[in-house]
């Protein structure tokens, strides 16, 4: 069974603050794909990154960068320089290789206050 | 490109009725998947048809039900609707269930409420 745990169930920083999201999961495995989406107030889920666990590489895009750490299983995220635009709930999200299907987090809501 | 779309966006139901809910997935693509989110329960995976084949269904109870059709438009059914079935029911498309990207697109979400 494939698991996500996101601890921190709200966050609260100031603008222009840096904030890491952090992640862990649990997978039997070998390969799979994580992920992070942001939930605004409209609902949608939007695609902000993806991982294969085959690369652990890090990479940083624009404002966003991510820690992929297989070895303990964690897969970090962080706004550098948040915005009020940043506020959403953001989840992790793991799948297999195949099919569509993913598992969540319990996502973490970020207020960035002005 | 248009997104994907779900209709109806909200709906109010009673307990004992059954709601259609409907996703146009992203033009070209033939996955669609079916997610509820509930404050209690989170995000959870409900099912995932390709080229109109159910290919993997979650942990709910046979009230819920979906199909999709030859154009990959896909409908999800929820009979005897019980208060606990009130939540937000995201759709996500993708070009197929195994495209190297792995990205899943998502609609707005159609949120039921049920009195």
């Known amino acids: 069974a494939q698991k996500v745990t996101q601890a921190q169930t709200e966050i609260s920083v100031v603008e222009k603050e840096d904030v890491t999201l952090d992640c862990v999961y649990e997978t039997r495995d070998t390969t799979y794909y994580l992920f992070w989406y942001k939930q605004p107030p409209s609902g949608e889920l939007v695609f902000l990154i993806r991982?294969?666990?085959?690369?652990?590489q890090n990479e940083i895009s624009g404002r966003y960068s991510w820690n992929f750490q297989k070895s303990t299983s964690s897969f970090n995220f962080t706004i550098t320089a948040s915005q009020v635009v940043d506020s959403a709930v953001y989840f992790c999200?793991?799948?297999?290789?195949?099919?569509?299907?993913?598992?969540f987090g319990e996502g973490t809501q970020l207020t960035v206050n002005p | 490109k248009a997104g994907v779309t779900q209709t109806p966006r909200y709906l109010i139901k009673t307990r004992g009725q059954q709601v259609t809910l409907s996703c146009s997935p992203i033009s070209g693509h033939r996955s669609v998947s079916w997610y509820q989110q509930t404050p209690g329960q989170g995000l959870q995976f409900l099912f995932e048809?390709?080229?109109?084949?159910?290919?993997n269904k979650g942990n709910f109870p046979g009230r819920f039900s979906g199909r999709q059709f030859s154009n990959s438009r896909s409908e999800m059914n929820v009979s005897t609707l019980e208060l606990g079935d009130s939540a937000l029911y995201l759709c996500?498309?993708?070009?197929?269930?195994?495209?190297?990207?792995?990205?899943?697109?998502f609609g707005e979400g159609s949120r039921l409420t049920v009195l």
């Open positions: 999200a793991l799948r297999k290789t195949s099919g569509s299907r993913l598992t």
């Open positions: 991982r294969n666990s085959f690369d652990e």
């Open positions: 048809y390709f080229s109109e084949t159910q290919r």
């Open positions: 996500a498309s993708s070009l197929t269930p195994w495209e190297v990207t792995g990205e899943l697109f």
